[in-house]
């Protein structure tokens, strides 16, 4: 009895895939990787995710370490703070993202050395904001993980809390992030409404793939729009083949 | 030497409690106690991992209580293998300088020397305390502190280590701090034992002195003491239902002979002779009745006795029980060789 519902939902997820697939035919597949729109935005896509992800690890590690290891005044409020933008409707980010670059001082000071609003760089400052608290909650997770007495054994050892954590802890923890990581990527890959309201939708200039599929929907280019959400599809399904490979130890084995 | 003066810690259910504790250099200091006593806490405590409440922990007379736990010289020995290291780079770890040359000194000393490529999770639990053990000794530390070592060790595995332990003791000549609540563990290892229970220091003494004179109850049922009597003393000798003479005679009484008593007596100083030998003995010889007769380990067996309606627990080796055909109901003669006197009530 219980499976009819597994089944009933597993049912459902085939036939959206199979809903983007069959709609598609070879041709018109080849004329959207042939497309430069199309080109553009993948591009756009790879590469403002991968920036996005590398900050979102910088800023992420350090602040899961932290989180994992420290007892602090106002912690909890800081750790909901941190999963505030996972709950939060990333339209609702992008606009708040949009008004403190846009009309606050402080934004606006940044905005003299850099440019965000309604440009590339707004892709990355909105992905970054959607990705960061996925890399904080998994790797803080991972570090939790790791009984402190590796590192404290590391300093009796000889070494500075810096260098056990670079030495010991890192390398320990380094299928978590990686995880972590692709989760981060896949989740920018996919990021629409707050690149929306902070970089704006501007055909072969802010155009990721998600903008891509949404502005030629809304110009009646549906087999455009296919090809992109058929691409995204594949990314989606190898994001979650790499995950399951990484966790499941393929990666680095003897880190185990 | 490490000194540990008024250190005090608050835990869960009790206060960890040490007025003054001093381990000399290059001594075999054992820590003996049951889970939950304080052991691990304050091996912690002298590693820097926590901070006391209050009081200082010095080595050489520097006071190290604030000081950084890479900076104190102090190794801690513990399962904790770097799982994402080999061996070779486990042991490696901590050493300055030529890396190669120590580590294949001190594999061959541990005899891990065929282990070094190996990775931590393809060893036996032998193997990685060994080379725990190792990777702390690389170091040079003034004092390696042991947590539980020989803990989860198969029965041989355990014995071997526990020799070479020794051994690397002595070779190395530094000061080992070792925590265990395995009493034959502590006598094998220990120049100097301390019991600790509760989060307080009950005795520190050499073995010798605390397998002879517990200071109380506790300290005797913890190292062994399977006869603890009720007596008085009476003169020079001490009446538990047997009248025992205690020490070549002397007893201290200050000069009250109603003074009341405990005695203890170990098992291995019960001993059971042949009604023909006891004339050489002329002293704590009783008849006694064989209630029970037991194994204890492949050699030695338990034997309960009736010792004049008091019961007696006597540990012999298994041969003699053979020869004398000892069974249930056996009439024997025993010698009591000696006993301690214990607390005075």
């Known amino acids: 009895m219980r499976r009819i519902f597994l089944i009933f939902f597993v049912l459902m997820v085939l036939s959206v895939i199979l809903s983007i697939a069959c709609n598609l035919t070879p041709e018109v597949m080849l004329k959207a990787i042939n497309s430069n729109e199309v080109r553009f935005a993948v591009m756009l896509s790879l590469k403002s995710a991968l920036i996005a992800t590398a900050m979102a690890l910088v800023v992420g590690v350090p602040s899961a370490y932290t989180l994992a290891r420290s007892e602090f005044l106002l912690k909890e409020l800081i750790d909901s703070l941190v999963d505030l933008p996972v709950v939060l409707p990333p339209l609702i980010s992008g606009l708040g993202l949009l008004l403190f670059f846009g009309d606050t001082p402080i934004g606006k000071i940044i905005s003299k050395f850099i440019q965000v609003v309604f440009t590339p760089t707004g892709i990355v400052v909105a992905q970054f904001f959607i990705a960061t608290p996925f890399v904080i909650r998994t790797v803080r997770a991972v570090f939790e993980s790791i009984d402190p007495k590796y590192e404290l054994i590391a300093m009796s050892l000889g070494s500075s809390k810096t260098e056990a954590f670079f030495k010991v802890v890192l390398p320990m923890a380094r299928k978590g992030i990686l995880a972590g990581a692709i989760l981060a990527w896949a989740r920018c890959m996919g990021e629409f409404g707050a690149t929306l309201m902070l970089a704006g939708a501007t055909r072969m200039r802010t155009e990721t793939l998600p903008i891509a599929v949404y502005l030629n929907i809304s110009v009646g280019n549906i087999d455009l729009a296919l090809s992109i959400a058929f691409v995204m599809l594949a990314i989606a399904v190898l994001t979650i083949a790499s995950i399951k490979f990484v966790v499941s130890g393929g990666v680095g084995n003897r880190w185990s | ?345």
Not at chain 2, 55 to 76: F, H, Q, S
Request: aromatic share 6%; hydrophobic share 40%; net charge positive.
């Open chain 2, 1 to 345: 030497m490490l000194e540990i003066v008024g250190v005090k810690k608050k835990l869960e259910n009790f206060e960890l409690s040490i007025d003054y504790l001093k381990i000399e250099r290059g001594e075999y200091f054992v820590f003996l106690g049951l889970s939950g006593a304080g052991k691990t806490t304050l091996l912690e405590i002298i590693s820097g991992f926590r901070k006391p409440d209050s009081g200082k922990i010095m080595l050489n007379k520097e006071d190290i209580t604030d000081k950084n736990i890479n900076e104190r010289k102090i190794a801690v020995c513990q399962g904790y293998l770097f799982p994402h290291m080999s061996v070779y780079s486990n042991i490696a770890y901590g050493i300055k300088g030529n890396k190669k040359e120590k580590v294949k000194e001190l594999a061959k000393m541990l005899e891990i020397e065929h282990l070094l490529d190996r990775m931590p999770e393809t060893l036996s639990m032998g193997e990685k305390q060994r080379v725990a053990i190792a990777r702390a000794l690389a170091v040079n530390p003034e004092v390696v502190l042991l947590d539980e070592p020989l803990n989860s060790l198969d029965r041989l595995t355990h014995e071997s280590l526990m020799v070479e332990l020794k051994k690397l003791h002595e070779e190395t000549n530094t000061t080992f701090i070792h925590v265990t609540h395995d009493f034959v563990e502590a006598i094998t290892l220990a120049n100097r034992i301390a019991i600790i229970r509760k989060g307080k220091i009950e005795q520190c003494d050499t073995v010798e002195n605390i397998l002879k004179h517990p200071k109380n109850e506790f300290v005797a049922k913890f190292v062994g003491m399977k006869n603890l009597l009720d007596g008085y003393v009476c003169g020079n000798k001490v009446d538990c239902g047997i009248e025992l003479q205690i020490n070549k005679n002397v007893i201290k009484t200050n000069g009250n002979s109603t003074k009341k008593v405990k005695v203890g007596i170990r098992p291995e100083d019960v001993m059971i002779i042949s009604s023909k030998n006891c004339k050489f003995v002329n002293y704590n010889v009783f008849d006694a009745k064989v209630v029970d007769i037991y194994p204890l380990t492949l050699s030695t067996s338990r034997v309960v006795l009736d010792v004049e309606g008091v019961e007696l627990i006597a540990e012999t080796v298994k041969s003699k029980v053979l020869r004398m055909g000892l069974k249930r109901g056996s009439k024997v003669k025993i010698c009591i060789t000696d006993a301690s006197i214990i607390n005075h009530s």
